[in-house]
């Protein structure tokens, strides 16, 4: 009897489904996720071999541009209802005897970056619109013996949050007496630890010492 050849079909994959799921998890993710925010200036950080994380919360990061500038940052609290930056920007003003309005105050606890403006230019760099005009005011916090506006600075921020932790971030070619400033007046405020924000070093391999 001859032989019945069945037909012969091309299988059908239907994608339907890992579109729909890749759909989600990429909705998931942009709605989640944050934007890392920019440093007004750029910093070259020297390389290590730690691999120790940076705290998410409660920190306190000064920055050290390669053009000697000081920088500080610090977050708005692990809780949104504490709103510590709104505050350490009142009690500054206290200090300086600037009154900051509720909008104000709300327009600095939502800059997302770190700031590196003297304090009595905090208003108009607040008041000013666009990262470009912000960048203006941008010319480094004060760090003299007569104008020591970074020593009121971690004053007010340790005041505000007693649990924060110091970062420090610092440019290679940063020199050596803005370095040696910034750790003196940290030392000043009895602020004995602190964590060095630096960029892993890549490991070398020698291919010899293996194929041995």
């Excluded at 944050?34 to 120790?52: C, F, G, H, Q, V």
């Excluded at 930056?85 to 009154?99: F, Q, T, V």
């Excluded at 400033?181 to 602190?194: P, T």
């Amino acid at each position: 009897m001859p032989k019945i050849k069945l037909p012969t079909k091309s299988p059908h994959i239907d994608m339907t489904p890992m579109v729909d799921t890749f759909c989600v998890v990429l909705t998931f993710l942009m709605l989640t996720a944050t934007m890392r925010p920019t440093d007004p200036a750029l910093i070259d950080t020297p390389n290590s071999i730690s691999e120790k994380p940076t705290p998410d919360n409660n920190i306190m990061t000064l920055l050290l541009s390669n053009d000697d500038r000081v920088f500080i940052n610090f977050d708005n609290g692990p809780d949104t209802l504490l709103k510590y930056r709104p505050k350490i920007l009142a009690l500054m003003g206290g200090r300086y005897s600037i009154e900051f309005t509720k909008a104000e105050l709300r327009e600095f606890e939502k800059y997302p970056s770190s700031m590196g403006v003297p304090i009595l230019k905090m208003k108009e760099f607040l008041a000013a619109k666009g990262n470009k005009a912000k960048n203006v005011f941008q010319t480094g916090i004060p760090i003299d013996s007569t104008d020591n506006q970074l020593a009121d600075w971690i004053y007010c921020t340790r005041t505000i949050n007693p649990n924060v932790q110091t970062c420090i971030k610092g440019d290679s070619k940063t020199g050596y007496p803005t370095v040696k400033k910034v750790l003196d007046i940290l030392k000043e405020k009895n602020v004995r630890q602190f964590n060095l924000i630096t960029s892993l070093e890549a490991a070398k391999i020698n291919i010899a010492e293996i194929q041995q």
